[in-house]
């Protein structure tokens, strides 16, 4: 088997969130720093948990699925494509610039609303 090297870049992954094409797009950072900020409809999906959690979140392993982390030398995103691929998910990308490629860019994160944070206190 090849290295896995299927990666996205900011470009086209900006541009299928803003089409809102299906696809699923996982943060693998703990809580703490999806709850930080995170790219636009980005769900959680720790490593510690992955397998358990990716079965709610894409029940399909044909389900396309672009994993991010912190940034390029954070390893957590290519550390949970290679995991997800064990599982037998075939459509699985890494956006190797993660947030701060984003925020580079000049794009914005989502958080949490000022409401719901004040509900959890």
């Not at 990666?7 to 720093?33: K, T």
């Not at 358990?52 to 954070?74: D, H, M, N, Q, W």
Request: aromatic share 4%; glycine share 10%.
């Amino acid at each position: 088997m090849s290295l896995m090297s299927n990666e996205i870049g900011l470009e086209e992954l900006s541009e299928r969130i803003g089409r809102g094409d299906g696809l699923v797009v996982a943060e693998v950072l703990p809580a703490a720093y999806y709850e930080a900020g995170h790219l636009p409809g980005a769900v959680n999906l720790p490593l510690d948990g992955l397998e358990r959690s990716i079965a709610r979140l894409a029940p399909s392993r044909e389900t396309a699925i672009v994993v991010y982390c912190s940034g390029p030398t954070c390893r957590n995103s290519h550390a949970a494509a290679a995991r997800l691929a064990a599982l037998g998910y075939g459509a699985v990308r890494v956006f190797a610039g993660g947030k701060a490629a984003w925020r580079d860019a000049g794009l914005a994160l989502e958080r949490p609303s000022a409401a719901a944070v004040e509900v959890q206190r």
